[in-house]
């Protein structure tokens, strides 16, 4: 909405005995006589406010100097947060000289996104005539250089794009040339709007009700955007067949994409036009602005953006023509830096290329937190599920529960039962059908952590409360909330559950939820020696997780030795052959019922090596150790060429 600047009232207030009825002049009662003060306030008053019906004219009338008032200035006024102060130049109002007074004006416009203020010096003249002084109007009392036939108007002009850019320098995200496809509304009589706007959808493949709804939605000279596609893309599309089809009109433009589709776009996000639910949350959008979906880009949208640049044009539409008054140049936008790996990402995404369910890989630096890659399998993702996936994290959170009994007064030679079966609260647990019935009796727990006895641990939940498991998790890093640009899940563990559902936490079921990388920022924990805060921009510094009891160096030292039992003699001793520091890592199986009623498992695992913590998941699949453990064993594997 436009908003104008009220004028001290020295400058525009009419005193009493400047109007009289003493005759007329352009429809109003002015004094005659005089020096023209009054009627020089009247005009500050009009030119301000758009109404002339209290000024005398020289020709015209206060209708026509109205309209004439909107169509110069009227364009500049209808900016979004526009402002528009207006007073007189330097001593004011000059005097008198040969029958004409000269009305030095000075206009101060704040036109977003206008750096500074746009200051115009122009000046009014009222003549002194046979009815008394009258003002004589023509457009450079608006801006000295107008011609007649010629308005003000404003041009935004668009910056250069940042880019993100990964660990390296490569670019992730940057500039690519697009084509934007749609309606122009002006091209298409309003009765057939909604008939063009579905037969557009159909063609391009888009949402036919929600794309005739945003051309109903917009103004009546709106160009409305259905789709854009990256030029090098857009014989994929049917565009040529689109250029038939009555309104449409395509702009090639300059967008910030990722380098190609489909790279991490759940660190990465998105930048997109704003729809009519943007425009309706935020007034200082327009159709055609650009906001941030997810991740980076969302986070950092003004640095990618930059600042616009903005044209004071004087444009005569007779002969298209138009001129520069005024300019701020665009401020380009900036780099920003990430901390994703380019060479790992890619490894990541083609070792899950050949997965047939829904998957991910996330890779994640102990040492500072950095997530390296976060990969997604090519089957059935809605969303990223290595951030923001909410599963049961199986046997991998008996990292945690090792940690809670290890606080309880136990230690990995502390021995533990591990029955075939054991009762809590009147359920049956058991342990995984591939579980060896030779390893069933006495065992210490580092060796209950190795073969991941659930029995065991189960059978210990009245020793460690709860509430102490909570604790635990929060240690490793599990539920902090996310860092700036990372739209992630960190895990949540009720610290009041009792019972079964408690029972059932102490192997990673009943209500503890994980995200891939949440299970990846556990083990980063251990190796880390304290809690780590995972994050996506190298240059942002997220706080340190406060846990209410912090990891001791001799826990994460204990941990750590009873996840390298894993490798040693538990399921993960296919990871021996990897060249360089002796791994660590844990298995985890989930069990879930999908929409058929079928029995289904979840496939865990938590792998590091060096300062390289991976977790991977496959959300159909087998055990651990059988779907998921060979996809993180090919990442360290290649991973040790690039990190």
Known sequence: MTRTRP????????????????????????????????????????????????????????????????????????????????????????????????????????????????????????????????AELSPALYEPSLGPREHLALRTLAPEPGRILDRGGQELLGPREVIVAGIDKTAVPAAEQDGAARDLAELLGIDADAYAAS??????????????????????????????LPGYHQLEQTRPLAARRGLAPGVL???READEEDLAEDPTLEPGDLVGSGGIARARRDQLLGMPGVQVLATDPEADRSRELHRSEPVPGAEVPSTLDLRLQDLATERLARTEAPSALIALRPSSGDVLAAALGPVGQAYPIGLV?????????????????????????????????????????KNADSFSPDLFGDMPLSDVIAHSCNTALLLQHERVPQAQLAQAASALGFGQEPAEGLDAFLGSIDPEDEGTE????????????????????????????????????????????EPEVPLRGEEAEQLRGMLAGVVERGGLRDLQDLPGPAPIGKTGTAEWVDDEGELRLHSWVIVAQGDLAVAAFVERGSYGSVTAGPIAHDLLRGAADIV
């Not at 005759?23 to 009054?38: H, I, N, W």
């Not at 136990?410 to 054991?422: I, Y």
């Not at 408690?502 to 924990?525: D, I, K, N």
Request: charged letters at 20%.
């Open 7 to 134: 004028l001290p009232t020295r400058r525009i207030l009419l005193g009493a005995g400047m109007l009289a009825a003493a005759g007329t002049a352009g429809g109003v009662l002015l004094a005659r006589g005089g020096d023209g003060t009054a009627q020089a306030e009247a005009l500050l008053v009009a030119l301000r406010d758009g109404d002339f019906t209290q000024v005398p004219l020289a020709d015209g009338d206060p209708g026509s100097a109205a309209s004439e008032r909107k169509r110069i200035i009227g364009r500049l006024l209808e900016v979004p947060g526009a402002e528009v102060d207006l007073a007189w130049s330097g001593s004011g109002p000059e005097p008198v000289r040969g029958g004409r007074r000269v009305l030095p004006l000075r206009w101060t416009w704040t036109l977003p996104p206008l750096p500074e203020p746009w200051v115009v010096e122009s000046r009014a003249e009222l003549v002194d005539g046979e009815d008394g002084w009258a």
């Open 215 to 244: 051309v109903a939605g917009y103004g009546p000279k709106a160009f409305v955007p259905a789709l854009t596609v990256r030029t090098e893309e857009a014989a994929q599309h049917r565009l040529d067949e689109a250029a038939q």
């Open 269 to 271: 996000g998105s930048l």
């Open 389 to 429: 996936g909410r599963y049961a994290p199986g046997s991998t959170f008996k990292t945690v529960t090792a940690l809670a009994l290890l606080r309880a007064g136990d230690t990995p030679d502390t021995v533990l039962q591990c029955p075939e079966r054991a009762q809590v609260g009147g359920r049956s647990f």
């Open 502 to 545: 408690h029972a059932a936490a102490m192997m990673g079921q009943g209500r503890v939820l994980a995200s891939p990388l949440s299970m990846a920022t556990v083990l980063a924990s251990v190796v880390h020696g304290a809690a780590v805060a995972p994050r996506v921009i190298a240059d942002a510094k997220p706080p340190a997780p």
